[in-house]
């Protein structure tokens, strides 16, 4: 293994070899090779095929058979090694023209698969905005309107026809009578019971803050999500800053719904809670 590697570091040291400052001061400073004339020539790098030489008007790279006998000897020429060496550089050439050539058909292949999906992209979006546009002209025609709901104002009661009956309590701050199915019965249960949660949240941590608060510290409150400032003494002293206190919590969950409102009647029908598809251009809508 020794020898083997002892070899193979004497053939990478022949192959590419810097010429010595002792063989520099040796060698011609001026040269002729194929009718060129090159001056103020400092001999650089050898391989087994070529030389590598500064002059005075740039930089030449000279094949070692060009070269006076005498050169030849003084560099190592030998045919065989400088054709085997040309023919490692010519193979290598080779790989690296393919690999870039491979590059460049993976690079386009890239371009021209991101240019179709942004293109797709394009296409799905702006049919959505087609599609959402004539739902949108439609639901306007049929009266389809949007609920946003924070829970059930009472109780659910059943129908003798079937489904059932609520108020809803609105973000608007005010209550509507609905119809709805077995669906939307348990859909209005769950938002009913992540108002309570959020509103038995919100209790447990106002009663925390007031138990924290100081003596001379005033609870400035319009219902949920109040906050405290720091009294002086006997009087009221108003700090701005760090001495206000952030909102409780956040805000409370809403539930959107929708509603197309009955005829003759001051009661909403509710169609569902999300978008579920299409039929004849009219979006239909179905409860999770």
């Not at 924070?150 to 609905?178: E, K, M, R, S, W």
Request: one cysteine or more; charged letters at 20%.
């Amino acid at each position: 293994m020794n020898r083997l590697l002892g070899c193979l570091l004497l053939f990478a040291f022949t192959v590419v070899v810097a010429v010595s400052a002792e063989d520099t001061n040796t060698l011609p400073t001026t040269i002729t090779v194929d009718g060129i004339i090159y001056s103020n020539v400092t001999w650089r790098t050898a391989t087994s095929a070529s030389v590598t030489i500064f002059h005075q008007t740039g930089v030449a790279s000279i094949p070692l058979e060009k070269l006076p006998p005498e050169l030849q000897r003084r560099f190592g020429y030998d045919p065989q090694k400088a054709a085997a060496y040309r023919a490692q550089e010519l193979a290598a050439a080779q790989r690296h023209m393919v690999e870039i050539q491979a590059q460049e058909r993976l690079r386009e292949q890239h371009e021209v698969e991101a240019l179709a999906a942004a293109r797709k992209q394009q296409q799905v979006q702006e049919e959505r905005a087609r599609e959402q546009l004539r739902a949108n002209q439609l639901a306007n025609a049929n009266n389809v309107e949007v609920i946003q709901l924070f829970h059930v104002d009472g109780g659910i009661n059943p129908l003798p026809t079937g489904g059932y009956v609520a108020q809803l309590a609105l973000t608007n701050h005010t209550t509507v009578c609905a119809h709805f199915d077995e669906d939307g019965r348990r859909y209005l249960e769950d938002a009913s019971r992540k108002y309570a949660e959020w509103n038995a949240q919100q209790d447990s941590l106002e009663q925390q803050l007031q138990v924290q608060v100081q003596p001379g510290t005033i609870i400035l409150s319009g219902g949920k999500g109040g906050t405290r400032v720091l009294g002086g003494g006997g009087g009221l002293a108003y700090t701005m800053g760090g001495s206000q206190q952030p909102a409780l919590t956040a805000s409370p969950p809403v539930s959107t719904v929708y509603a197309v409102r009955e005829e003759n009647s001051t009661c909403y029908f509710l169609k569902g809670s999300r978008e579920a598809g299409q039929t004849g251009g009219f979006k239909q809508y179905s409860w999770p």
